[in-house]
């Protein structure tokens, strides 16, 4: 098969397509004719050796496809149904073993299916971590982003009252999900603190913008606050900063296909790329000057 590789740590530049053994599901794994692969920050930071040091790398957790291969014991699914979910080895790749996988919502192309996983098991882990439930009020920090409006939208489908802090230009849409809009800034605390006199039960950093003590404020106490972006502001300030050694949230995987058919929840994909236009689409993601998920077409 044919995968995103590169075998030396640098620039975009270093990016390959080479040609790879094709994988196989082990028990309880599906193989995937893979036909689009999101891109995330963290296929930047490990092309920079940021990350793992190991050399050659493949890159990709997140895939969407059509079951080709079934490894032992699988029964929910059945080849030539439509997956997506996180795989092993390269998902940028035409061809990718995934052990957590769930059907593609009927209304969802691959591309927007690929878009979903990496965001989605971040926010709802986030807000498991938070203790997020219904008559829960929650501030998101960085609500336009992928992760945040993921956040927003699932937290809202909690039964959560939720502000959202983004831009003017952004408002409507946090509105649209029935969240509360708030510009982001100076004078974000005193914005929030207009609308909740009491201030807030939760707030969820998403943005890493140093707004660590103010999102303390509102909550009332650093345990009252989790952060996926400010490593640094976390160990500072004793808030938690999230990750999935404690436990993923895969499990929302499988519950997405209800809120997208029901139109509780949608992520934009900002651009596609052919697979062959990986570096292309590092450069741009890297620039950051898109809105919306980067995705990869395969096939």
Not at 37 to 54: H, I, P, T
Not at 230 to 244: I, K, M, N, P
Request: proline share 6%; glycine share 14%; charged share 20%.
């Amino acid at each position: 098969m044919k995968a995103a590789q590169f075998s030396r740590f640098g620039g975009p530049e270093v990016l390959e397509i080479a040609d790879l053994p094709d994988p196989h599901p082990g028990p309880g794994e599906v193989r995937i004719a893979v036909r689009a692969a999101g891109v995330n920050a963290s296929d930047w930071k490990k092309r920079q050796g940021l990350m793992d040091q190991e050399l050659p790398q493949t890159m990709g957790h997140e895939v969407a496809g059509i079951v080709d291969e079934l490894g032992e014991g699988v029964t929910d699914v059945a080849v030539g149904d439509r997956v997506f979910g996180f795989c092993t080895g390269a998902a940028q790749a035409e061809l990718a073993v995934l052990p957590y996988y769930a059907p593609i919502p009927p209304s969802l192309g691959f591309a927007a299916a690929a878009a979903l996983p990496v965001a989605v098991e971040t926010a709802a882990r986030a807000l498991d971590q938070l203790g997020v439930q219904s008559g829960s009020t929650l501030l998101v920090n960085g609500a336009s982003g992928s992760i945040g409006r993921a956040a927003v939208q699932l937290a809202v489908a909690r039964g959560a009252r939720v502000i959202g802090t983004c831009s003017p230009g952004n408002h409507e849409v946090i509105r649209s999900f029935g969240a509360e809009p708030v510009a982001y800034g100076d004078g974000m605390a005193q914005r929030v603190g207009a609308l909740y006199p009491d201030g807030v039960d939760l707030a969820l950093d998403v943005a890493g913008s140093g707004v660590l003590p103010d999102l303390i404020g509102l909550a009332g106490d650093p345990r009252h606050v989790i952060t996926i972006a400010d490593f640094e502001g976390a160990r500072q300030y004793g808030v938690r900063f999230s990750t999935g050694d404690a436990g993923r949230a895969l499990y929302t995987l499988g519950q997405l296909g209800d809120l997208v058919e029901s139109g509780r929840f949608a992520l934009p994909v900002g651009q596609t790329f052919p697979l062959t236009e990986v570096a292309e689409a590092h450069r741009v993601g890297e620039a950051g000057q898109v809105r919306g998920k980067l995705v990869l077409l395969v096939g």
